[in-house]
């Protein structure tokens, strides 16, 4: 059977990495100034890149030593595309998952949306905290506070006013959900974008759904199971 599992920020949890929506979350904690909905734009990297920046270095680049666990072995060699930009799938040995937010361990150049770029290594290692602003837009290759296109960096990060381009490999991402036998969401709250397609594509072409969370969000699908248990119960109850 050709099951695709589609992951949330619940699958990281265990490896000490908050859920974005969780009480400890990075979506509730925000910056000192602007909320994580503000934070996490286009809009704010052109307009104020040191902040954006930072934010990204203080609220997801300080795990980046974190390493998988179970769940990611679990997932390792299955067919899988993931909401969580830690790279712990990529870490874990999976070859050829998808990352359809991005990954924080990697950065493009700053580019239109649609254009053609390749993701390289962000060396986050360089940074340097005692002068943390003009270390990262040093990093980012970002004078006058100004990003210029096709010579400044970002993180390799879907921002929330941009949209699903190659970058992110979306068309083969609904290739892979069209063509799946059952689809496996695991630890996450149905929030974004990428689970509403995969839902319509479900429905679409009568492809069963298992929903694993303890707490599932209910799914409006003729064909859906639902497993009240954490992702790493479930792989041990699977074996």
Known sequence: MNTLYITGAGVS??????????????????????????MATRAMYE???SEFLAWYYHRFATYRNHGPNEVHHWL?????ITQNI??????????????IHGRLDQMTQFHHQGDDVTPQATL????????????????????????KLNYSLKPF?????????????????????????????????????ITQMALEIARNFAIPIEVVDPEPAHILHSNVSYQKMTALEY????G
């Open 86 to 99: 830690d790279g712990l799938d990529g870490k874990a040995g999976n070859k050829n998952y998808i990352a």
């Open 157 to 193: 990060v879907l921002l929330f006013d941009e949209y699903y381009t190659e970058l992110y490999r979306i068309t083969e991402a609904q290739q892979r959900m069209m063509n799946a036998d059952q689809m496996v969401f695991m630890g996450t709250s149905f929030s974004v974008n």
């Open 124 to 147: 986050w290692n360089n940074v340097d905290e005692s002068n943390l602003h003009r270390s990262l837009l040093e990093l980012f290759n970002i004078e006058n506070h100004q990003p």
């Open 76 to 80: 390792s060699d299955k067919n899988l």
């Open 13 to 38: 949890a265990a490896s000490g990495i908050p859920t974005f929506r969780g009480e400890d979350g990075f979506w509730t904690i925000g910056s000192k100034n602007y909320t994580p909905m503000e």
């Open 235 to 238: 792989i041990q109850q699977k």
């Open 47 to 49: 307009n104020n890149p």
